[in-house]
């Protein structure tokens, strides 16, 4: 039986082929994006998981790598020249006989750099809205949500083939509406360009790592769809030089079984079509692929080097959660 992912796949590689999205037929609500939604997701009192508000919620620990002037504690060692006698752990001193001084990590104002995927594997949706719309939202959810500690916000796009853009990370409530506008043009240049094959993710992440000089955390949002083989490489790069959360966009199709019936699909190998049939009977073994399929994504994402992976659909990003 066909994953979950598979079918987006194919039903995607096949209306692209047979039916191009043109600029022209934007008219549903689950198609477009108006800047005041993304203004709008600042007022949701969202949760993360149960019972933590994700308002505020620091996607960074807002602590450096380096050592410096702070309070949470980085380690216990023996005395240098030029060591604050201020730190002088005397208990650690009477017990291993040399003078022990505590060594703290620095504390600083984080930034944060939202990577947002606009491929024309974004432009897939079975029912509510597309996958690509859902990014946007959620990415203007983090924008607000980190708004309160006064973080500088980044912005990485990538849209189709071309080169990613960066935006410089810049704070304030003026620059993230700057960054919200920024985010409903390429939205609506990614769904004109929605019937062009899609890029690999590798290729759009191949300038990140040199944006990750200093105190910055990474958050990939994105469908996580046609990786390309140097997507593990690049992730580790990345992870090496600063801090990486990841927000795993799903369509309902992952947690909804499609009707029954027959399905058209293409496959990458030979390009021929075939139509798969799906039963009433295999409802129970379709959720629980989509349930391995999610589990074994976010395990594989966690292995890289990510802090955290987070989960968003049509019904809980416009409700303002992340699951």
């Not at 959720?287 to 594989?300: G, I, N, S």
Request: proline share 5%; aromatic share 6%; charged share 25%.
């Amino acid at each position: 039986m066909w994953s979950p992912s598979d079918i987006s796949d194919a039903l995607l590689r096949f209306f692209d082929r047979h039916r191009p999205l043109a600029a022209g037929q934007v008219s549903s609500s689950a198609i477009e994006l108006h800047f005041d939604e993304l203004v709008a997701m600042r007022g949701r009192r969202a949760s993360f998981g149960r019972n933590q508000r994700i308002d505020g919620y620091r996607f960074g620990d807002l602590s450096s790598r380096r050592r410096g002037a702070g309070l949470e504690l980085d380690s216990i060692g023996p005395y240098q020249w030029g060591d604050d006698i201020r730190h002088m752990d005397w208990f650690a001193t009477a017990r291993i006989g040399r003078p022990q001084v505590k060594q703290f990590r620095r504390d600083v104002q984080q930034t944060i750099m939202v990577v947002l995927d606009l491929r024309p594997s974004m432009m897939f949706g079975s029912s509510d809205q597309l996958m690509a719309k859902t990014a946007c939202l959620a990415a203007a959810k983090v924008a607000w949500s980190t708004s309160k500690d006064h973080q500088p916000l980044g912005l990485l796009l990538i849209v189709g083939d071309r080169p990613a853009k960066l935006v410089p990370p810049r704070r304030g409530r003026r620059a993230r509406l700057q960054h919200l506008a920024r985010i409903a043009d390429a939205y609506e240049r990614a769904v004109a360009r929605a019937g062009e094959p899609s890029p690999l993710l590798a290729e759009g992440l191949g300038g990140l790592p040199s944006h990750m000089g200093g105190d910055v955390e990474a958050v990939i949002i994105s469908g996580f769809s046609q990786l390309g083989d140097g997507f593990d490489q690049r992730l580790r790069e990345t992870g090496a030089r600063g801090a990486l959360s990841a927000i795993v966009v799903e369509d309902v199709l992952m947690r909804t079984p499609p009707p029954s019936g027959l399905y058209p699909l293409q496959s990458e190998t030979d390009r021929k079509l075939a139509a798969v049939a799906i039963r009433r009977r295999d409802t129970n073994l379709y959720r629980m692929r989509a349930e391995r399929h999610r589990r074994a994504l976010t395990a594989h994402l966690l292995s890289l080097g990510m802090r955290q992976v987070l989960i968003s659909d049509a019904s809980s990003i416009n409700e303002g959660y992340f699951r």
